[in-house]
């Protein structure tokens, strides 16, 4: 099927499901550089003029020290394309790196979180778009039920601490064999951040073993979000969610092994 027609039907699943935009949003999509937010973007874009409802679309960059190429390249490819782009220099970000080279990714995003709800406010937007990607969702579920015990991934809707922006993410049922092709289909300019190159993480070692996984199970992320949406509380721990006096067993779940093999 055609990459656009793929990409426009997933963002437009996303937007609608979870009601991301509404009549007279301005959204302001945060770019970071890279393929996914470019493809984001362009997907919003192409919505906006397409949608039975009126929305606009701006776009910003916040730079926190760590591009590796120039990001001027991008600027001139979002001129070309029309795109109302501001690019924000967060000179408490830059003198982080120098006080603490070695400053953790918490500190760095709460850095980013302030600068980036600055910027949107002064654009006058109601809704920020982030780029987390389909890829991102099975990475952070994977994560928190391994590492922090807790089933969870990342909302696809959420809102601002004062509620003063909906924060949405579009690209939750895109993934990245995706948001690479088309961004190459764009041409457009990918800057690429310091941190994307860093080995030996967690989230690389998941990525790694998913990869893996995928080359004899290709559907394998579709699964994992299906179940993100497939939730039988009854069949899990949380005594929150359990009937009093247990869920009626279904005959294939008598042995167990049945269950988990
Ligand atoms: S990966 Fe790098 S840019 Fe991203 S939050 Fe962590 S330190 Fe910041």
């Not at 190459?184 to 990869?211: F, H, M, N, W, Y």
């Not at 996984?213 to 994992?224: D, G, I, N, Q, V």
């Amino acid at each position: 099927m055609d990459l656009e027609k793929t990409l426009l039907r997933k963002v437009g699943e996303a937007v609608t499901r979870f009601k991301m935009i509404r009549d007279g949003d301005r959204v302001a999509v945060a770019l970071s550089g890279g393929k996914d937010s470019l493809t984001m973007l362009e997907a919003l874009v192409l919505l906006r003029d397409r949608a039975p409802i009126q929305f606009t679309v701006c776009a910003f960059t916040v730079e926190q020290g760590k591009f590796l190429r120039p990001i001027e390249p991008m600027g001139e490819y979002l001129k070309s394309r029309g795109i109302d782009w501001t690019y924000h220099t967060d000179n408490p970000s830059i003198r982080l790196i120098d006080e603490q080279p070695d400053h953790g990714c918490d500190l760095c995003s709460r850095f980013r979180r302030r600068a980036v709800y600055q910027i949107a406010r002064e654009l006058g937007a109601n809704v920020i778009a982030f780029g987390h990607t389909a890829d991102d969702l099975c990475e952070s579920f994977l994560r928190n039920a391994l590492f922090t015990g807790r089933i969870s991934a990342l909302p696809p809707v959420t809102w601002s601490s004062k509620k003063d922006f909906r924060l949405i993410r579009p690209l939750v049922f895109v993934t990245e064999d995706i948001t690479t092709r088309f961004a190459e289909s764009l041409g457009a300019p990918v800057i690429p951040c310091g941190c994307s190159q860093k080995t030996g993480t967690v989230r690389r070692s998941l990525r790694d073993i998913l990869g893996e996984l995928e080359k004899e199970h290709p559907r394998l992320k579709e699964s994992l979000l299906s179940a993100m949406g497939n939730i039988q509380t009854d069949r899990l721990l949380d005594t929150r969610y359990l009937p009093d006096d247990g869920p009626v067993e279904t005959p294939e779940e008598t042995n167990p092994l049945v269950v988990v093999r």
